[in-house]
């Protein structure tokens, strides 16, 4: 492999899926602030809104996520044409 072509900081990192709680480790460069302990260590923290646990598709489940007001927003702005 070459050298000095692959980052620096790729580290174990615990990512929490908000929807569910769900909280797994994986090694990732990812750049984070916060941190969560998880069985005694602390590793810096990636929160997700969606992950494997929680998705439709891996689930099974249909389930609506409008983490940001998406749906409300787009019927307010194409209420104008309703008839």
Known sequence: ???????????IIAFK?????????TRSTANTKETLEVDGTEYPLV??????????????????????????KFKNKYAKFKK
Not at 1 to 11: A, T, V
Not at 17 to 25: A, E, I, K, R, T
Not at 51 to 65: A, N, Q
């Open 17 to 25: 899926d908000m929807s569910n709680g769900d909280v797994f480790l």
């Open 47 to 72: 929160k997700l809104e969606i992950s494997r646990t929680s998705h439709p598709f891996y689930t099974g489940k249909s389930k609506l996520i409008d983490a940001a007001g998406r749906i409300d």
């Open 1 to 11: 492999m070459k050298k000095g072509i692959h980052p620096e900081n790729y580290r």
